[in-house]
């Protein structure tokens, strides 16, 4: 299955949750813009979780185009289409390549994110470009999270540095790197434990691991991505805005965009935190990711919309 097929898989339960409310809109060919239509079209986009201010602005701008005339399904279609673009537009850069030496990925995210299987999915991703990848297993509290990334690195072709359990993760993060520089490793990706972005010495503890990669190699990390679980939704945009406080996330990698109607988080996630997409994860398999294009990704959502209800 190819990219595109995927991603439309991934946005299928949200693209029929907006396929169901947005032709419930229309009762007859076409529809007066009032008042009344503006609200019921408020309420159906924040049910995709793209936010308030996100839905707001959208229904802002058909009221100020459209209000007290009869629409067509198709122009309401290609307005919210247009603007979501609009919205979610951003640098084409996934990831921010060290000029020299390797590129340290910092990735960091809740408890039960899907952090393991996310970062497998990178390393896989990097592999295939022919890159060396080594792994640094800093979450050194639960046992099964290293065993978990260990069987990960053996399957995907990657080293992994280790530490005991209840070791300084500090301390793996350091020699990841410092490992990585000896073998000429073109990736270096460092995971940490899941915490909860309220738990304060977790995320003080975290922004320690930041410094040991920066003061290991100057410029890192070059990147920290925080994995968002997309069936979260809204409360992604809490966990965006702390971890980013602690360690600067650079960007997001949306796991489990396969299993939500909330796909809309999105672009939440872009106006209220102003961080970029950069990959999302649609499927359990190592090839389950995407590069994240927000052009392709409003397409995907309204993919089919336009066509008449099966009979």
């Not at 434990?193 to 290991?216: C, N, P």
């Not at 939440?268 to 950069?278: F, N």
């Not at 999302?280 to 397409?299: C, H, L, N, Q, T």
């Amino acid at each position: 299955m190819g990219w595109w097929e995927k991603l439309k898989q991934g946005l299928r339960k949200t693209a029929q949750l907006l396929r169901t409310d947005i032709r419930d809109l229309f009762k007859r060919e076409g529809e007066l813009v009032d008042d009344a239509f503006l609200e019921r079209l408020f309420e159906l986009l924040v049910r995709t979780d793209m936010g308030v201010q996100a839905a707001q602005n959208i229904v802002d701008e058909i009221g100020r185009k459209h209000h007290s005339r009869v629409i067509q399904l198709e122009e309401i279609l290609s307005e919210i289409k247009a603007q979501l673009k609009e919205l979610l537009r951003q640098p084409e850069v996934p990831i921010n390549m060290a000029p020299q030496g390797p590129t340290v990925i910092m990735v960091c995210g809740v408890n039960g994110c899907g952090k393991t299987t996310s970062i497998a999915k990178l390393a896989h991703m990097f592999r295939k470009e022919g890159k060396k990848v080594l792994l640094g297993a800093a979450d050194t509290f639960r046992a099964a999270a290293t065993e978990q990334l260990t069987l990960w690195a053996q399957r995907v072709g990657a080293e992994i540095i280790t530490g005991p359990t209840g070791s300084d993760p500090g301390a793996v993060a350091h020699r990841a790197v410092a490992t990585a520089l000896q073998s000429g490793a073109d990736i270096c990706i460092v995971d940490t434990a899941g915490r909860l972005q309220t738990h304060q010495h977790l995320m003080r503890e975290l922004a320690k691991i930041y410094r040991v990669l920066g003061k290991q190699l100057p410029g890192a990390p070059h990147e920290v991505l925080l994995v968002l679980d997309a069936t979260t939704g809204q409360n992604g945009i809490s966990q965006a805005k702390h971890f980013t406080d602690a360690v600067h996330c650079t960007g997001i990698f949306l796991a489990k965009l396969d299993g939500t109607a909330k796909g809309g988080v999105v672009v939440a996630i872009r106006q209220q935190v102003g961080l970029p997409v950069k990959y999302v994860g649609v499927g359990e398999k190592p090839d389950d990711i995407a590069v994240f294009d927000s052009e392709r990704f409003v397409d995907a959502l309204f993919e089919g919309l336009e066509a008449p209800s099966a009979v």
